[in-house]
T-cell receptor, first 114, second 113 residues
Framework: DAGITQSPRYKITETGRQVTLMCHQT?????MFWYRQDLGHGLRLIYYSAAADITDKGEVPDGYVVSRSKTENFPLTLESATRSQTSVYFCASSELAGGQETQYFGPGTRLLVL | KQEVTQIPAALSVPEGENLVLNCSFT??????LQWFRQDPGKGLTSLLL?????REQTSGRLNASLDKSSGRSTLYIAASQPGDSATYLCAAENLSGTYKYIFGTGTRLKVLA
């Protein structure tokens, strides 16, 4: 199906474990983004990518790693999960940036770190 | 640093009422201002995008306005319906040289039948 998908949709892990959240889009959009959503903070940008092999930090990048070897995939890795990383994670994509096109969001991954 | 604020945090209205949701931002140097809808447990759906050179955008019963000089945007919903119940978020895309959206914390709307 066309669109943007995230996997897993739900994940429970333990402190210190490595976790990878997957994001896949079928539009060949250039830009991809990772956000986390927490009560009281709204959505905050973790990392974004303007194209394959080009990534940059957002507002809250610490503890996260991203890669973009293919245009359609943008995985987010928590290298050593902490309880403060319990959150809902959203992936998004857009063809253009700089005011010209909206972002399309995936359904989210709910992550609980025990 | 850009800050985006949405007031009120929650709003309940009877069906059929016209309503206005407010969004304010501190830095007027933006590419655009977007309004999104988020249903419980779901992702965000874009409703309207207003580019910095525009004053308003309309889609069906929705009208969004942008006043950069005052740092404000409003989302007007006409003849509200129970299906409009959701959280509405606004987001400003900054002119900072990197393409970063700053989101407000949202207004949770409940339209009562």
């Amino acid at each position: 199906d066309a669109g943007i998908t995230q996997s897993p949709r739900y994940k429970i892990t333990e402190t210190g474990r490595q976790v990878t959240l997957m994001c896949h889009q079928t539009w060949s959009h250039s830009y991809m983004f990772w956000y986390r959503q927490d009560l009281g903070h709204g959505l905050r940008l973790i990392y974004y990518s303007a194209a394959a092999d080009i990534t940059d930090k957002g507002e809250v990048p610490d503890g996260y790693v991203v890669s973009r070897s293919k245009t359609e995939n943008f995985p987010l890795t928590l290298e050593s999960a902490t309880r403060s990383q319990t959150s809902v994670y959203f992936c998004a994509s857009s063809e253009l940036a700089g005011g010209q096109e909206t972002q399309y969001f995936g359904p989210g991954t709910r992550l609980l770190v025990l | 640093k850009q800050e985006v604020t949405q007031i009120p945090a929650a709003l309940s209205v009877p069906e059929g009422e016209n309503l206005v949701l407010n969004c304010s931002f501190t830095d007027s140097a933006i590419y655009n201002l977007q309004w999104f809808r988020q249903d419980p447990g779901k992702g965000l759906t874009s409703l309207l995008l207003i580019q910095s050179s525009q004053r308003e955008q309309t889609s069906g019963r929705l009208n969004a306005s942008l006043d950069k000089s005052s740092g404000r945007s409003t989302l007007y919903i006409a003849a509200s319906q129970p299906g409009d119940s959701a959280t509405y978020l606004c987001a400003a895309e900054n002119l900072s040289g990197t393409y970063k959206y700053i989101f407000g914390t949202g207004t949770r709307l409940k339209v009562l039948a």
